[in-house]
């Protein structure tokens, strides 16, 4: 029986992710977050602690960020996405402190970062986390070594060492050629892996990914993303990335946040956002998605009458599209079962086939 | 006036406020001619209404040299330790290009020799090609020989070693200061004003306080010469750090950077080429200064020209010096842009230009310390050098008897027909009318608050007692930029319209700016001999440039689908350029108009030389007398010129992109 989670690679379906545990503790926190912009808006937020858009207005303000809450688990790769001006660059930098929040709290292992002084926050900055730009934001005078080691440099770590760890980091993103180059000899996908080896060098408990494969073209874009998966599973850190592509987002997310005007509309896993959207700005997202590699059998599966023969037995937590061949070369359906083994319902090959075909509902 | 110009607005008025304007201005005008017993004293501004101005800049700089102090040391002090800091620290160049060192006086005494002229040649040559490949390594080579064979050596190292120092106070200073208004925010604002204001004064006004507080002396003219140079720099490192990109400055704080750290290792790296580019231009106004500076005793090779100036037969040993200005002013351009171009490299390039870089070292050292044994490598003996002075001669005296009645016929059209008929047209204008003039313009331009600002700063002329000496400079000015734009035109539409003139036009152009302006006077004096035409003709020369690059850019960018609208309606060549192209281009090409005004300007102050009769011999005159007030007065003048071309032009220009949505 197939199980989903470290299946080997097929090429109709994504690597697998490493789904972190759901009941994994929480490493990242924020509550009731707020960015707004303008004059005197700490004021404002204060005087109305809930403002509606319209107040926000009329106050001649702007609210990048509204009320966001999350919690992100220790190993989970959690996605926020939304399309430019949703306000998910500005979320994630307030999660950073690169932007100075309005109102609301962060926690990082149990401390709050938006009470940290300025030495604590290089502190935490330097060996906890770690962040990759969408522009690459290579150094353009030092070479691919030189900005790999740029952040142990920071820290003031002997140049052996760090450079010796550098080393180490871009063997792992496969640049082990290049150290010698300058960022301008590379193609954007290797200024990419820079980018990412430069990230990870200080070994970051929390990593940070601003639209990391944006700016590539699809083929690359492609290719990193198998990258990174590949790092996740032997790195297993809590991730925060950013995108707005969705296809990346159930590609890569254990859970999606979906933002849109600075509000989280919806935070859960694909098949979850797909199954049950909050709004239909959120059907508009899943809507042209293939169903079946974000559905799962047990998703889609409906009740068998007791004692109804069944065929081929499934994995509930397999995807439609790992399942298909399987429902599809049998006369009888499938059964679904849990991972207990205990049978949660029958898959047809009528359902198999519409979720293939329809990317729409 | 400014109440009829406030009824524009008013509904029930029947005659445009335009025209009562006009009405206004042309009566302020005629109305001194057509009365002159009555209205004499609007024609010719009356003596006793002069304001003693330049008494009061005087009695001010008398004050700041004698009497201010600040508790523990005076203003006196304080000039005489930073010209001293300056004066020590000019000898470590000094000592290292010119003079080397010399223990004890008497003869036989133990020198250690100066770098070798072998040593820099091979070294320049070296780096050069490093650089800029075989072509700026020939370059390098041939402008170093030049300066070497015709025996300008000595000269042109003085010079140099003022330029390094300059250069490297300009440009360290200038990045302290940027970097200081990046950081707060309040100080960019006073900042960008000064820079504003600095970069409008003429060169030569920066002498006159500097020889009253410092004295006559290479030291005094490194001042002036940092002054000058510095505020490009500091506008460039402002500029360069505001282009790095935000997310390099995340990762700086993502990364967990002390600003400190930000700085030095994201920052200014960052900024490299930008930098670089401030760099060159420093260079670049360092020596076009220090060779004006020859006026206040900076001595070396403008020196020399100056010294042939002054002389009756003196223009073939003048044409010498010249052209070693040039050839230096050539090779440090070419060597500082050719910097900004180098990219990074790694493995085999890196590792050669490492060795070229050290083979460069290596040479100039090796050379020197042969020199120790061979006096012949530190002075190159007289019998190897050649002066062309004798043949630069002949060919003076060649152009005076071939060209010489061509160019005396010029010359005596252009004053007879046009220079003086206008010289005395303007300085005969009644001032009344010419501020009034200057109020309906800017008031057409910018409402009535902008026209009382622009008037004032006219005004100056008049009632700092500059009447005669102003005019003259705007008279000279406005021909200058006429004649500068009429041939800048043509050529900078000959240049949009192929690209082999384009290049070759921006080569010319590279080569014209490249050329420290008091190298311009030399072949005019030759043809023209001293007086207005001599001028006007090096203030053309000197001032054409950014005419002919505007226009070309100018008709650049006109959108290919315009152009395509164009012919497509049945435009003939002719009609579409009048038509859509040049309506178009306008704006830019006013803007080329504004910097020919500007450089012009500058030149007039230089071309001073020649014989004119202006606010820049007022300066001369005042800094051969010491005397700042006057100097300073005649300064302020140009400069307030200068502010009021600027902002009327940048309104015109800024209302049209506007019209135009641009």
């Known amino acids: 029986m197939a199980m989903a989670s470290l299946a080997p690679v097929s090429p109709t379906v994504p690597p697998a992710k490493v789904r972190a545990a759901s009941d994994a503790p929480p490493a990242l926190i924020c509550r009731n977050l707020w960015k707004v912009y303008g004059a005197n808006a700490d004021a404002f937020l204060r005087e109305n602690p809930e403002p509606t858009p319209a107040d926000i207005h009329a106050a001649g303000l702007f609210a990048a960020v509204r009320d966001a809450t999350l919690e992100i688990r220790q190993g989970e790769i959690f996605i926020i996405m939304g399309l430019s001006g949703s306000g998910k660059s500005t979320l994630v930098r307030c999660l950073s402190r690169l932007v100075e929040p309005t109102a609301g709290s962060v926690f990082y292992e149990h401390q709050n970062l938006l009470r940290m002084t300025p030495g604590e926050l ?47 980091v871009i063997e792992l993103v496969g640049l082990g050629e290049r150290a010698g180059h300058y960022p301008r000899e590379l193609s954007g996908g290797q200024q990419q892996r820079v980018g990412i080896a430069r990230s990870l060098a200080v070994e970051p408990a929390l990593w940070f990914l601003d639209e990391p494969f944006s700016a590539l073209d699809p083929l690359i874009r492609h290719e990193m993303q198998n990258e990174f998966l590949r790092l996740q599973r032997m790195l297993s850190k809590t991730i925060v990335f950013i995108t707005h592509d969705f296809d990346e987002a159930i590609r890569l997310g254990d859970r999606i946040a979906i933002m849109k005007d600075g509000v989280i509309i919806q935070v859960g896993t694909a098949e979850e956002l797909v199954l049950t959207p909050a709004s239909d700005y959120v059907s508009a997202f899943t809507g042209h998605v293939s169903r079946a590699k974000v559905l799962s059998a047990g998703g889609v599966c409906v009740p068998a009458v007791p004692g109804e023969a069944l065929g081929p037995v499934v994995a509930a937590r397999a995807l439609v599209a790992e399942v298909a061949e399987a429902v599809l070369g049998s006369e009888l359906p499938a059964a679904v079962v849990d991972a207990e083994g205990t049978l949660v319902g029958k898959l047809d090959r009528a359902t198999v086939i519409a979720n293939l075909v329809g990317g729409g509902q | 006036m400014s109440e009829i110009a406030l009824q524009q607005s008013r509904p029930g008025l029947r005659v445009p406020a335009g025209w009562i304007v006009t009405g206004l201005v042309a009566l302020a005008i005629l109305v001194p001619y057509a009365a002159p017993e009555t209205f004499g004293w609007a024609k010719t501004y009356p003596a006793r209404w002069i304001v003693p101005i330049s008494d009061w800049l005087k009695a001010f700089l008398y004050w700041l040299a004698r009497d201010l102090s600040f508790g523990l040391f005076t203003f006196k002090d304080m000039t005489r330790f930073v010209s001293g ?8 160049p000094k000592a290292l290009f010119s003079s080397g060192i010399t223990f004890g006086d008497e003869p036989g005494a133990f020198h250690i020799p100066r770098l070798s002229w072998a040593g820099i040649i091979a070294a320049v040559t070296i780096w050069s090609y490093m650089l800029g490949g075989l072509r700026l390594a020939v370059l390098g080579f041939v402008g170093f020989g030049y300066i070497l064979v015709f025996g300008q050596w000595d000269s042109a190292m003085v010079t140099l070693s003022q330029v390094i120092l300059a250069v490297l106070t300009g440009v360290g200073g ?36 500097l020889v009253f507080l410092v004295g006559v002396g290479p030291v005094s003219g490194m001042l002036a010469t940092i002054l000058y140079a510095m505020p490009p720099m500091v506008r460039v490192t402002m500029m360069a750090l505001k282009r790095v990109p935000p997310e390099l400055d995340e990762l700086a704080r993502m990364t967990g950077c002390i600003p400190r750290q930000t700085l030095w290792k994201v920052l200014i790296p960052s900024a490299r080429d930008d930098l670089l580019v401030g760099v060159n231009q420093v260079i670049m106004l360092t020596l076009n200064m220090i060779i004006i500076a020859a006026m206040i005793g900076a001595g070396g090779l403008g020196f020399d020209v100056l010294n042939a100036l002054r002389q009756a037969n003196g223009l073939g040993k003048g044409l010498e010096a010249g052209l070693a200005v040039v050839a230096l002013a050539i090779v440090l351009d070419r060597m500082s842009r050719a910097m900004v171009e180098l990219r990074p490299v790694h493995g085999a390039e890196a590792r050669r ?5 050290g083979a460069g070292f290596a040479l100039l050292i090796g050379f020197t310390l042969l020199s120790f044994a061979i006096p012949a490598l530190e002075q190159l003996p007289a019998e190897l050098r050649i002066s062309t002075g004798n043949m630069w001669s002949d060919v003076v005296s060649w152009v005076n008897i071939h060209l010489f009645s061509t160019a005396d016929a010029l010359r005596t059209f252009l004053l007879i027909y046009i220079l003086v008929p206008m010289k005395t047209f303007m300085v005969g204008f009644p001032w009344v009318g010419l501020l009034a ?29 500059l009447w005669e000496r102003g005019m003259t400079t705007v008279y000279l000015c406005s021909i200058s930029v006429v004649i500068a734009t009429l041939i800048g ?30 190298v311009y006077l030399l072949p005019v004096v030759m043809l023209f001999r001293i007086g207005d035409v001599s001028a006007l003709v090096a203030i053309v020369l000197y001032a054409m440039v950014p005419a002919i690059r505007y226009t070309d850019h100018g008709l650049r960018r006109v959108p290919p689908s315009l152009q395509e609208a164009g012919t497509m309606a049945g435009c003939t060549g002719t009609q579409r350029l009048a038509k859509v192209e040049l309506p178009y281009a306008m704006p830019e090409i006013m803007l080329g108009v504004n910097q020919v005004i500007m450089m012009a300007l500058s030149m007039l102050v230089v071309s001073s030389f020649v014989g004119t009769n202006d606010l820049g011999k007022q300066i001369q005159v005042a800094i051969s007398q010491a005397d700042p007030g006057k100097g300073l007065s005649a300064g302020l003048a140009i400069a307030f010129l200068g502010i009021l071309a600027d902002r009327m032009i940048g309104r015109w220009v800024a209302a049209r992109r506007t019209r135009m949505g641009l």
């Open chain 2, 174 to 209: 200038g990045i302290a200061l940027g970097i200081l208004a990046f950081r707060l925010p309040r100080l960019e604002g006073a900042v960008v004003a000064a820079l504003d204001f600095m970069q409008t004064i003429p060169t030569f006004a920066y002498l006159v306080p």
């Open chain 2, 353 to 357: 230009r490492r060795y070229l870089v």
């Open chain 2, 489 to 518: 035109l043509p050529l900078g539409f000959l240049g949009s319209r192929s690209e082999r003139m384009h290049n070759a036009l921006g080569a010319m152009c590279d080569t014209l700016q490249t050329l420290p302006s008091f």
């Open chain 1, 122 to 168: 290089i502190q935490l900055r330097r060996h906890k986390m770690g962040m990759v730009f969408q522009n690459f934001a290579l150094l353009p005078h030092r070479t691919v070594l030189g900005n790999v080691a740029f952040p142990l440099e920071v820290q003031g770590l002997p140049k052996e060492e760090r450079e010796a760890r550098a080393r180490k």
């Open chain 2, 437 to 465: 003039l200057v109020w309906g313009g800017a008031w057409s331009l910018g409402g009535w608050r902008f026209a009382t600002g622009m008037t004032a700063l006219m005004a100056f002329i008049p009632v700092a007692g």
């Open chain 2, 85 to 92: 800091l300056f004066g020590y620290a000019l000898d470590v």
